[in-house]
């Protein structure tokens, strides 16, 4: 289910009927919701700027048009749980007809469809609610019954009984799951009645601006994922609603199904310093303060779950979440974070030096934390000659860490998720002494080249850049063209893979956000889709599985172009295979690195689970596992690092959130095992560049 969107009006109407020209038509005991005037005009120019402007080429036909039905059927009902084969059928005879009414800009195809979803989703919350009590007294927990994890590729129910069939397994694992966690039956009917008497009261809010939204958001996403209709409530004051979702606890949020799930977290934003939420979390209660009563949320609209978390510096939100690679509700933690502003110091680059032991001797590595590519804008226009940069500021930090002794420096762009183009370009700049950095392709195959176009002085000591799967766009760029140089070593994880360009266009009735270009390194290879793959990869904290441009429906392919012509400043690459064995070597008696090995381990074997069995025994059999191995990874890292050994994972409630809180808060005074890892891997390649440099002074 998606409750995206506000929605207002309940609707009750027969079979659809279909007219002449083979439109769909709805014969009705309600006024079904209808589309707008300037609904209409609107799609006309939506067709037409994505047929002229995108980047792909893809023209509106019977192809597309197919296309577009399945997205838009997917949309509204993605667990395929409220449609009956009965209504796709039906839906069939548009499938080579959206383009034609679309370019006409007649919406009723999609005004009915919706129509009927809405009419099954009310009839199934209306009648789940009445015959809740009864179906929970009846669930024998002893029956061998599995409920199908992933539904994407299920067929639809074929009729009523076997749609109540389905819907009855979903609520019995919702009943089992509250259960496992320690609900007692009356609570967890009284929640799951509340659960959906909330979901109705919202479905039954529904307008025609909300159909539209749905339906061109459909049409726009079959051309890539980033490219969006932004109704005029929306796209009002589109930088401050950004600004908006960020308020608070600093995290960007999406609706998922039912779920609000967590995208990613602000840098240095109270959740990220908190340490406990993570991308791909979700969000499944909240409640206001250290003791308030927790709402549960599931299904409810994004907007008001962001309601509920949003609040005034220095005031406490809970939030009980489900971690990304639990496959149902009884595993679940609370998190208590404190609302906050992000400062905009806190948001800047940020150094520290790391020193490593080696023969005999300390090395000392600076280390440049770049939360964004950030540049002042208006201070620029303004002419002041103090205007804040990443590039100036890791400049500035960078002298000054090397005149502290620093042998080496460390750009980490970890959770970098971009920023300005100009700073990725100017940043690179301040490792070559000049050259381009890359390369933009139009829709209409131009291709203009950015760099650094004037010799002047830059840093040629060891460098290395430290990169993870939630680095994206300019961070990318930056990656990898030190990468295409050879100009310094590139570790961590595959980045992100978002190498497209989007713009905002005005249209009649909100706007349309589209992509109009796409980035290429100098190397001639996209950064789209498959992203940077680093010299030396670390075990993924981020499942790829759930995280990255990969996991988007119709994102771009990769790529590639004719590569610019550049020179390397060091022999990196043949050096790669000694530098990844010492890096093996060191990290098989690293209890943290082990650790992180075992972990993902688990989480492959999660995601393998394509069905969840609804016996009790069963499941408390494989939870009990499941916590045991996990008892078992943590209590070998503590021991290999000389710390007492836990007795157990779960504790109460309040114990464990207060222990959740107190190690978040402790994260961060404790060594990054993955930086010191990277400083290790930079005092190794550190003969490469000295050998480079000594040859260069021979010349």
Known sequence: MRFKLPTRLVLAFSALAFLSSASLAVVE????????AVQSQTAKMIVKQLEQEHYVNLKLDDKTSSLLLDTYLKTLDPGKLFFLQTDIDEFQRLRSQLDDELKKGELSAGFVIYNRYHKRLTERLNKTIGELPQMVKNFDFAADEELELDREDAKWPANAREADDLWRKQIKNRVLSLKLSGKEEKDSLELLLKRYANQLSRVEQSTSEDVFQYYMN???????????????RISENFQINMSLKLEGIGAVLQSDDEYTKVVRLVPAGPADKNGQLHPSDRIIAVAEGKNGEFKDVIGWRLDDVVDLIRGPKGTFVRLQVIPAVSQSEEVRKTITIERNEVKLEEQSAQKKMIQVYRDGRVVKVGVISIPAFYLDFEALRRGDPDFRSSTRDTERLMKELLADGAEGIIIDLRDNGGGSLAEANALTGLFIESGPTVQIRFANAWVKREGKRRSSDFYDGPLAVLINRMSASASEIFAGAIQDYQRGVVIGNQSFGKGTVQSINPLQHGQLK???????RISGESTQHNGVIP?????AIYDKELVGESTLDNALPWDTIAPVYHHTYFDINSELPRLRKEHRKRVSENPDFRFLSEQLEQ????RNVKKLSLNEELRRKQRDERRKLQLTIENKRRVAKGLEPLAKLDEDDEEAETKDSEEGENKKDEPDPLLVEASHILVDSMPVFAKSQVAKAAR
Do not use: G, N, R, W
């Open 218 to 232: 459909a049409l726009a996403s079959i051309y890539d994922p980033h490219t969006d209709y932004f109704s005029p």
């Open 29 to 36: 005991t309600v006024s079904p919701l209808q589309p707008t």
């Open 535 to 539: 010299d030396i990869e670390f075990p």
């Open 603 to 606: 989480m492959d074997e999660f």
């Open 514 to 520: 589209i992509t109009e270009s796409k980035f290429y």
